[in-house]
């Protein structure tokens, strides 16, 4: 997946920030490929409809 630099640069910090908050917890932290990324995917796929009216695609329903 091509993000620009920003974007991954914001994302990589993102996970970070989750995984902290997750380790201070004692949660153990986050793993990055198991964790945040098949989170961050099944969340836009369960919200099809708002990711795609985001990107200013209409969906048939």
């Known amino acids: 997946m091509y993000l ?4 991954r640069r914001d994302l990589v910090d993102f ?3 989750l995984d902290a908050r997750s380790t ?3 949660d153990g932290g986050l793993e990055k ?3 945040f990324y098949v989170g ?3 969340f836009v796929l369960n919200r099809r409809g708002e990711f795609a ?3 200013g695609v209409e ?3």
């Open 4 to 7: 620009p630099a920003d974007q």
């Open 15 to 17: 996970y970070e920030e």
């Open 24 to 26: 201070l917890a004692g």
């Open 33 to 35: 490929n198991r964790a």
């Open 40 to 42: 961050m995917t099944e």
């Open 53 to 55: 009216t985001s990107l």
């Open 59 to 61: 969906l048939d329903e």
